[in-house]
């Protein structure tokens, strides 16, 4: 009997690790080998298992790439949720962008640029995956917004809806100009782009 009221039982533990195991091999294989070349029968050898443990838990690779998404969402809510300014906001980036340049821009389940633009190209292709980063947009949207506003709010400035969006978009254009431009140039620099990126601040709320 379990004692802990909600607690998951052993099978529901047991299907937590076997979707992460999954999940991590998948986005290995989208970063190593592009999103087509990825089948479901490579995710299975890169996991260990068989295909037909794959299947059990998600039915195509759309679906995989949903909870990947999913996973990514939360975990970007849970962090956006903390930051008061885009100057924080910044700093949260270039930390990232930072450790990812070190570990040699290997797989991070937390952040992973190349997994990231690997899904976006696929989504131009495939309905499903447009689909999912369609439903994915409006959070993000919602999160970069919400710094806005706290940024705004601390800084004693009035900013009406029309306002908000406006920078909101201004944001979301240098946050992801900056992610692929790091990706694309290995030797930019991480000082001069976070002065860069601050200078931008300084600007979009006023």
């Not at 990812?100 to 292709?125: M, S, V, Y």
Request: net charge negative.
């Amino acid at each position: 009997m379990n004692l802990a009221a909600g607690a998951p039982s052993k099978s529901e533990l047991r299907a937590q690790v076997q979707r992460t195991r999954i999940l991590d091999a998948a986005r290995t294989c989208f970063a190593e080998r592009g999103f087509h070349a990825a089948s479901i029968a490579a995710i299975a050898e890169a996991a260990g298992m068989s295909q037909g443990l794959i299947y059990r838990y998600f039915t195509n690779k759309a679906a995989i790439v949903h909870a990947i998404v999913d996973e990514q969402r939360q975990g970007r809510g849970e962090a956006l949720a903390g930051i008061a300014s885009c100057h924080a906001l910044v700093d949260v980036v270039m930390g990232k962008l930072e450790r990812w340049r070190e570990r040699g821009g290997t797989f991070d389940r937390e952040f992973d640029p190349i997994l990231f633009l690997e899904i976006t190209t696929e989504a131009t292709r495939d309905p499903e995956v447009a689909a999912v980063l369609s439903e994915n947009e409006q959070a993000v949207w919602c999160d970069l917004s919400d710094v806005i506003r706290r940024d705004a709010l601390a800084s004693g400035r009035a900013l009406d809806e029309a306002q908000v969006q406006q920078r909101t978009v201004a944001l979301r254009c240098v946050v992801d100009g900056a992610i692929l431009n790091w990706i694309r140039d290995p030797s930019m620099d991480a000082q001069q782009l976070r002065r860069s990126l601050n200078a931008v601040c300084d600007t979009l709320l006023t």
